[in-house]
């Protein structure tokens, strides 16, 4: 069975220095290997409530169908997140707060049908001495999720850039992203 990678984009800014790193990664996925990728800007969700203890959840709607579905249909998740703040920028963090909902739909079976697959993240940080570990909080956030979700955990491909562009300037992220993903 051929691969299918969900590229999740979570920057708030396109083709920003986390995106540049996922697409050289990807390149050296293998041809039978599917690719999708979502910007998550462009699938805006309503604001997350939690009411699991009281009125419980509908099945999900509009764009929120649209990610879930897409997010069930992957091999392969694949976190495309610049470090905000020491976090996940909003994008990913709201569409992450929605599995909370999606997992409450029996019939979804969100959680169940994740497990197994794998989870991967592209981060890159604006630490100028990468001994800084600014992204540390993400990417142990990112391996609780997919701990939580029985999923495998592929692990991090991190850069570190600040301006636009200075990605390239990383000689070990981009050569790290020639092998990620095999």
């Known amino acids: 069975m051929a691969r299918r990678y969900l590229f999740l984009v979570g920057s708030t800014r396109r083709g920003g220095n986390t995106e540049h790193l996922a697409r050289i990664a990807a390149h050296a996925l293998p041809e039978d290997a599917e690719q999708h990728w979502l910007h998550l800007l462009d699938y805006p969700l309503p604001p ?86 600014s992204s540390l909080p993400v990417i142990d956030s990112l391996r609780r999720t997919a701990e939580y979700m029985a999923m495998q955990w592929h692990g991090v491909l991190l850069g570190h850039a600040n301006r636009p562009g200075e990605i390239a300037n990383d000689a070990a992220a981009i050569s790290a992203a020639g092998v990620y993903f095999t």
């Open 48 to 133: 997350f409530t939690d009411t699991r203890h009281s009125s419980g959840y509908a099945m999900p709607e509009g764009n929120a169908r649209m990610l879930a579905d897409a997010t069930l249909a992957a091999t392969d998740l694949v976190f495309v997140a610049p470090t905000y703040w020491y976090g996940l920028p909003w994008p990913l963090k709201h569409y992450l707060d929605h599995w909370s909902h999606w997992m409450r739909i029996p019939e979804l079976q969100f959680k169940q049908t994740l497990a197994g697959r794998t989870l991967h993240a592209v981060i890159v940080d604006s630490d100028e001495d990468p001994a800084d570990g």
